[in-house]
C-alpha cells in the first residue's frame, strides 16, 4: 500500500562537495533521510517507469536507507530498481550501471573516505542518467525543495532480501538484486590489456591492495588476485565492515600508513594501492616513492597512450583548480585541451559529455577518465598497472624520467580540520578583503603577481560558480590556494594547498616541506592560520 506521510522540515540538507553528509544520529531522525530522498524526487522530472540504480558502500545505516529508498521509490513511481547485493556497490561501478542500462539515475549510499558506525558518518547523494554526480542546477533545487516539504511517498511492503541476487516486487515496482562486481569486472577488461599486467605479475611484480575494509574489497579481490593472477593476500582489508574495522577508510599517508611502510621496506612489494569507502579514490606508492595524486593525473595522462582504451589519445585533461598544474604541462605538450574546474567530481561532467576532456583529477587522491562519470580508484590502479607494464620500468623510474621531462611540481595540502566554523568563516572572508592589494606584494623572495576568488564559467552550459577558493599566484609560478572544505560533517575544515615547480633536475629529489616551506610561512603570514584557529600546526599534512 502506498502512503503519504506528512512532515516538516530540517533546515540543513544543503548538499555539499559530493551529496549530504551528516552524522548518523542526524540521519536517523524521524523523517530526515525520507526528506531528503522526497526532496531528490520531488526535483526531478520525468522517471515515472524508468528505471533507478541504488546502492551504497555498506557503511552502518546502508541497508537501512536502502530499504527505505527502494520503498520511495516505488511509491513515486519508478518502473523498476537495480541494487547491488547486500547494498554493495561502488561508486564508480554505480555510475557505470546507470550508464550501462541507461538508467534514469541513481541514490548512492556513502559518506565516502568519512569514518563509519552508529555515531559517525552516512551520505545521501543523487547521480544522473549520465551516471555523474548531479550539476548544481539539481543539487540547489533538492535543497529549495528541502525547505518547503511537507509529505513523501512510501510503500508499505517488505524489507527486500538484499543478499540475494533475483528479481523482487515491491507494489508494482521490480526489485533487481545484482552483483555489483560483475560488470565493473568486464569494463576494466575492456579498458585495459589485462594480458600484459597478468605477465608482469606473473614474472614475480609483488602488489600490496589495502581496500580498507571498504566497498573496493570484492572488486579487487576479484580483478587483482583472481582475473590478473596475484598471489592471494595481495589484496588485504577485503571485506566491507560497516565501521571499516574502526579506520578512517581514506587512503593517503596518514590512513594508510601500514600500506606505506610496508611498500617502503627494502623487501616490501613493488607496488602498493589504496582505496576510499566508497571506491573513487586512490592512492599510489612504490618503491622509495609515494606518488602526489596530482603527479599521478599528470604522469597518467602523459602514458595513458599505453593502455587500449586511450590509444587513440585523449582529448583533453580536466583538473580541480587546487588540483597541482604538472597535468597543464602534459596537456600543453600533447597540444590538448587543459580545464581548471572548482573542486568537486560533479564539475568534469559536461566536459565528459562534450568530449572536452578525457582524463581528469583531482589533488584529493581521485582520477578518473570517460568510462564512467565518477572518480575511480580501481581504474587508476590499473592503468598504473597497465603503464608499468608497458613500460617495464619501476613507479620510481616512470615518476622521475617523468619529473625530468616536464619538470617537478612539489605539492603538499595541509588541512585543519574541525576548527570553528565562525573562525574559518572569517579567515576566508578577511583573505577575501584582502585580495585586491596583494598583486606586487614581497614576503621574502616571494612576489605575487595575482589573487582572486577563483570562479568557474563552464565552457558547456555557460554556468557560472563563484567563491569557489582564494588563490595566490606569485611571480615564480608558486601558488597557495585556500578553501573551505564541502565534505566535512564537524565544525569546518580549512585546506591550505601549497605548490612550487621546480624545472632542474638536479633539485628534483629535495624534501617537500622543507622546498614548500616558504610558502607555508606566507600562508600564515597572510592568513593568520595559529591565531585565528588556535591550532599552531595542520591536523593533516598530504
Ligand atoms: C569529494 C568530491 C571531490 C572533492 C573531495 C574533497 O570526494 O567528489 O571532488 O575533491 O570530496 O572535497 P572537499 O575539499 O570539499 O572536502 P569524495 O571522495 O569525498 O566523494
Known sequence: MIRTISTTPFDDQRPGTSGLRKKVPTFAQPHYAENFIQSVFDSLDGFQGKTLVIGGDGRYFNRTVIQTAIKMAAANGFGKVMVGQG???????????????????????????????????FGIKYNAGNGGPAPERITDAIFERSKLIDRYRICDADDVPLDKIGTFMVESMEVEVFDPVADYAALMEELFDFDAIRTLIAGGFRIAFDAMSAVTGPYA???????????????????????????????????AKVLYDDVMRPDGPDFGAASDGDGDRNMIVGKQIFVTPSDSLAILAANAHLAPAYKGGLAGIARSMPTSQAADKV??????????????????????????????????????SNHVREKDGLWAVLLWLNILAARGESVYEVVTSHWAEFGRTYYSRHDYEAIETDAANSLMSELRNKLATLPGTKFEDLTVAKADDFAYHDPVDGSVSKHQGVRILFENGSRVVFRLSGTGTSGATLRVYLEHYEPDASKHEQDTQGTLSGLIAYAEHIAGIAERTGRDAPTVIT
Do not use: Q
Request: aromatic residues 8%; hydrophobic residues 35%.
Open 87 to 121: 547494498g554493495i556497490l561502488s561508486t564508480p561501478a554505480a555510475s557505470n550501471m546507470i550508464r550501462k542500462y541507461e538508467a534514469f539515475g541513481g541514490i548512492i549510499l556513502s559518506a565516502s573516505h568519512n569514518p563509519g558506525g552508529p555515531n559517525e558518518d
Open 221 to 255: 579481490k576479484e580483478i587483482i588476485e583472481n582475473r590478473l593472477g596475484a598471489a592471494e593476500g595481495s589484496v588485504r582489508n577485503f571485506v566491507p565492515l560497516e565501521d571499516f574495522g574502526g579506520h578512517h577508510p581514506d587512503p593517503n599517508l596518514v590512513h
Open 331 to 368: 596537456a600543453s605538450k600533447l597540444g590538448i585541451g587543459a580545464y581548471e574546474t572548482p573542486t568537486g567530481w560533479k564539475f568534469f561532467g559536461n566536459l565528459l559529455d562534450a568530449g572536452k576532456a578525457t582524463l581528469c583529477g583531482e589533488e584529493s587522491f581521485g582520477t578518473g
